[in-house]
């Protein structure tokens, strides 16, 4: 789900989580980042899926590898091989996520039929 920047993490949350919830109906947990607060976590709740915040460790300073977080930033590596995706060139919500989809779709049959990629970045 796209939204705008100005909308906050805990409406985007609600919202993501109605739409899980309406689509998939047999998702019963998920993972957020801090950013998240109780609005979102109570939603969720109330739509039987369990949100569990994965919170930093407070003991390191800098950079420090966040549980879960590593298949959101794979997922990203994955979607910027697409040169439309590298910069933010879409000006509706809804023009990104539909691209962010084709993306995908495209990993997806790559990885079906065993094809290699062919990158954009590559000389």
Known sequence: ??????????????????????DHPTISKAWVDTGYKTQAIEHGATLGIDVDVVPRNTQVKG?????????????????MMHRRLARDYEAKPAHSESMIRLAMISNLARRATGETPITWHNP
């Open 1 to 22: 789900m796209v939204t705008a920047a100005s909308v906050s993490d805990n409406e985007a949350g609600k919202q993501l989580l109605s739409q899980i919830a309406a």
């Open 63 to 79: 950079f420090s590898v966040v549980p879960r977080r590593w298949v959101v930033e794979r997922s990203f590596g994955w979607i």
